[in-house]
């Protein structure tokens, strides 16, 4: 289990204080850290860097005690005893590789100051110590043991370099873990970004459909407007225009130019959308009204001649057939059915109906005295039927929509793991898409 660091006030002064002088040879603390006590060693050295507790002021002995605090766990015992060997103390030698040792574990062990020490001897190049490598594997182990400075100066490293003074240092895969956490701890919009960035873009070794469709509502959240875009894209790729719309219109909104003629388009699209599904629950109500009143002709006239639907053509059928009602049906019905249903349960009641009435059908009895006959029947039973019916023109689905994507789409892949991000986060399960 990970010892928290210790803070004690003053503890920056140890080295400037006076020495005292004792009349007692060990602490409670020293005797408790005898005994394995991480804490106590700590406290201990302290007693010892400012005579406190009766003891003599020591800095060896309390060099001594904040190392075996480090090696039990607690930071700060690192990184004060890193103090002592960088710049010397009473009794202990300058021993500069030893003290940047000490910074770079109390680092990796979660220490904001030990990782700022770290950055300032590893990071620059005018002490002569200088070691990128080094540095950016403290940042990753400091940044899991919680230290924010860490996480947000080894993502800037591995994200462009530190503005590409360091390019080498590139690498999305390392960085997109320290740049998330930053940004789910501390909300920096910069490392929000910067996460976004290495996990959303599809060619990334780091990308992850999870963490960018999270990253980029964040980011819209925050009003980024390339990250609103940017979550309308992901939307639009897997087909859930009426997630996408609305933050393709924020994107607009907050002046992503290229976005607005999408977001138009897009918003005339699900409008009509949303209108023809209005349209089709109507439609289905109104089949349902007329077969349970076994008005079957009407039926059958209403999905040829109104919905021109083979699949509510079909539903009326069946239920004629099934009801012994396709008498009922009117000839040019009948005729339009031979054409839509040239096989299958529906084609051959309709042929069998035709047949039975001395029908021409199409490639058994073509007679042109016969398609008259039909004609003339098909007319008058017509204008029978619909006599009492209100008649409305043939109705069309919604033109589709552009998704404004850029040129280089999304490969299938891509789009499956935005797809499958969508539908396990948010409880999106029950939406069209996911099914």
């Known amino acids: 289990m990970k010892i928290s660091a210790i803070r004690l006030t003053g503890l920056a002064l140890l080295t400037l204080l006076p020495g005292a002088v004792a009349h007692a040879q060990t602490s409670t603390n020293e005797m408790a850290c005898a005994k394995g006590g991480a804490e106590a060693c700590f406290y201990a050295g302290a007693d010892y860097a400012q005579g406190a507790s009766g003891l003599t002021r020591s800095m060896p002995k309390a060099a001594e005690l904040f190392m075996k605090a480090c090696t039990l766990g607690i930071p700060d015992g690192c990184f004060y005893t890193a103090g002592m060997y960088r710049k010397g103390a009473d009794g202990i030698a300058v021993d500069p590789g030893r003290g940047i040792d000490l910074y770079e574990t109390a680092c990796t062990m979660g220490h904001e100051e030990a990782c700022s020490a770290t950055f300032a001897i590893l990071g620059v190049a005018d002490k002569g110590e200088q070691d990128i490598p080094r540095l950016l594997a403290a940042f990753e182990k400091g940044c899991a043991n919680e230290s924010m400075k860490a996480c947000q100066w080894g993502g800037e490293f591995f994200y462009d370099g530190r503005g590409e003074e360091y390019s080498d240092t590139i690498d999305f895969t390392r960085g997109a873990p320290l740049a998330y956490k930053t940004c789910k701890t501390t909300a ?88 023809w599904n209005a349209k089709q629950a109507a439609r289905q109500a109104e089949m349902a009204t007329m077969l349970n009143a076994g008005d079957y002709n009407g039926a059958v006239g209403t999905a040829v001649s109104v919905y021109s639907s083979t699949v509510y053509a079909e539903q009326a059928v069946m239920a004629a057939s099934n009801a012994g009602r396709m008498s009922s049906v009117d000839d040019y019905d009948l005729k339009v059915l031979e054409h839509w249903f040239q096989t299958g349960a529906v084609g051959s009641i309709v042929r069998s109906e035709m047949r039975r009435r001395g029908l021409a059908i199409s490639g058994e009895d073509n007679s042109w005295a016969r398609d008259m006959q039909t004609i003339k029947s098909a007319n008058a039973r017509f204008n029978a039927a619909r006599s009492t019916s209100t008649y409305r023109p043939i109705e069309r689905a919604p033109t589709s929509v552009s998704q404004g994507l850029s040129s280089a789409d999304a490969a299938a892949q891509t789009r499956e793991k935005y797809r499958y991000a969508h539908c396990t986060m948010n409880n999106n399960a029950n939406r069209n898409v996911c099914r």
């Open 188 to 275: 920096s919009p910069a490392d929000c970004i910067m996460a976004e960035v290495m996990y959303a873009k599809p060619d990334s070794p780091a990308f992850n459909a999870e963490r960018a469709l999270e990253l980029t509502e964040i980011n819209c959240d925050a009003n980024i407007k390339e990250s609103c875009g940017n979550l309308g894209r992901i939307y639009a790729t897997i087909g859930d225009y009426e997630m996408a719309v609305g933050p393709y219109e924020k994107s607009c909104e907050l002046g992503h130019e290229k976005i607005c003629a999408y977001a138009k388009d897009l918003r005339r699209y699900v409008d009509e959308v949303e209108a």
